[in-house]
């Protein structure tokens, strides 16, 4: 699959290249695994020469061997041996003294694991040579909590060492709209919503749904439910390393938040623990969760909701993981019949946060959120704000727009209205056919 997007992470970077050559630059990059960090970092730098390390889960010395030949490679220089990656590091920044390169560390935080001395070692070194370096050094991992932690905790030794940080995020929707485009130029909005549903723009399953030339429902459901799939044991390999031993209570959880199982209390009721702690480290040390409010209420609301981000994720936990035991028996049609009887309660929710996406991308208006009363009924769609312009959005998403009552809207909307008598207020319909 060709290089998509990514024009502004390009510059970022680029710039951060730049300043190298004046000043030493550590950068933290942060994405999700299958997100396109590394493919990324490999087409970004052009005006220094590039070292690559990936940190597999290996003994140290034989990583220090490999990443001694990427160097000599990379920079014509001779170095000998190393037992440690830390006598390793602080010869490049020495070397970066009269050479101006970019370092990449691809999967920083396995160190973790294999010598977590690193982490207290690079900041010595780095607070011993950064002022007279030119180095250009990038840490990228995929371990949200981990790397926060590493970088941003004020306990851990790297803490206020890093000059730039960027997130990594899943493409936009133009960008997939492009790519399906470039792949199936006859494609149908459902076609849309299911390869939208499946991916979340997330580069890593977009190719795998490109290999396969799979760009209809009927196809994508095909490459899902294959006894040779990629996506079946997916939210694992994604997931198992981020919540370690406690995983069962953190999967139990999203499972139910995918399942629409979104209030705290239902969740308690569900599973009879108390699970505050689990959805504000889901929340706030994962990045997996967000937590909405309705539309007009303040900070401590009760009247919260629970939603998964990740649209491949959620659609993992409510469709795999719950019926992982048909999975693990081999009867994939049994969950596949499940998910096509599903599909258009299912889809509509994806659709709704498909036009939130949109309206996001759009950068019309300063609040996107949803509405519900107390009693979580007398539901809105989306509500969007533009304080500027006093300017109040009311949309209703259904997959069929014949469905979509305004009059409704309007009703449901009035103890909203109400408290803005200054705004210009709008009632609008949105559906499949407008994607």
């Known amino acids: ?218 196809k994508i459901f095909d490459v899902i439910f294959s006894e040779s799939s990629f996506f079946l044991d997916e939210g694992k390999a994604v997931l198992i390393d981020e919540f370690g031993k406690e995983y069962g209570n953190y999967f139990s959880i999203l499972s139910l938040i995918a399942s629409s199982k979104t209030d705290r209390g239902d969740m308690e009721s569900t599973l009879q623990i108390p699970v505050g702690g689990y959805l504000d480290r889901l929340e706030k040390d994962y990045g997996l969760i967000k937590r909405r409010r309705p539309f007009g209420a303040n900070g401590g609301s009760r009247y919260n909701k629970y939603v998964i981000e ?30 096509e009887r599903d599909y258009e309660t299912y889809s509509g929710l994806i659709l709704e946060k498909y036009f939130r996406a949109k309206l996001i991308d759009s950068r019309q208006f300063s609040a996107i959120e949803g509405y519900w009363d107390r009693k979580g009924e007398s539901e809105i769609d989306i509500v969007a704000v533009n304080e500027f312009e006093k300017k109040l959005v009311f949309y209703e998403v259904k997959r069929n727009e014949k469905r979509i009552n305004l009059q409704l809207l309007e009703q449901k909307a009035a103890t909203i209205t109400k408290k803005y008598p200054d705004f210009h207020v709008e009632y609008k319909k949105l559906s499949i056919n407008d994607m």
Request: net charge positive; glycine share 4%.
């Open 310 to 339: 990740d649209n491949f994720l959620n659609f993992w936990f409510r469709f795999i993981y719950k019926y992982r035991s048909a999975i693990e028996i081999g009867n994939l049609e049994y969950v596949r019949n499940i998910v």
């Open 1 to 218: 699959m060709k290089f998509y997007d990514r024009d502004t992470e390009i510059a970022i970077l680029r710039k951060y290249e730049k300043n190298s050559s004046v000043a030493a630059q550590m950068t933290m990059l942060l994405g999700r695994r299958r997100v396109g960090k590394t493919t990324l970092l490999k087409n970004t730098f052009t005006s220094t020469p590039v070292l690559y390390f990936f940190v597999a889960k290996k003994n140290e010395v034989l990583l220090c061997e490999e990443f001694t030949r990427e160097t000599e490679e990379k920079l014509a220089i001779s170095l000998g041996t190393f037992q440690s990656f830390a006598a390793l590091f602080k010869t490049l920044m020495m070397q970066s003294q009269t050479e101006n390169f970019t370092l990449i560390v691809d999967e920083f935080q396995e160190f973790a694991s294999i010598n977590p001395s690193v982490f207290s070692d690079i900041q010595n070194i780095w607070d011993s040579y950064k002022n007279s370096s030119k180095i250009n050094v990038i840490f990228c991992g995929s371990i949200y909590s981990m790397m926060t932690k590493i970088f941003e905790n004020s306990k851990e030794p790297l803490f206020g060492r890093i000059t730039a940080k960027m997130i990594v995020k899943p493409f936009a929707i133009n960008t997939i709209k492009q790519i399906l485009h470039d792949c199936h130029p006859q494609y149908s909005n459902e076609d849309l919503l299911t390869f939208y549903m499946i991916t979340g723009g997330i580069a890593k399953y977009i190719e795998q749904l490109v290999i396969n030339r799979a760009f209809t429902k009927k």
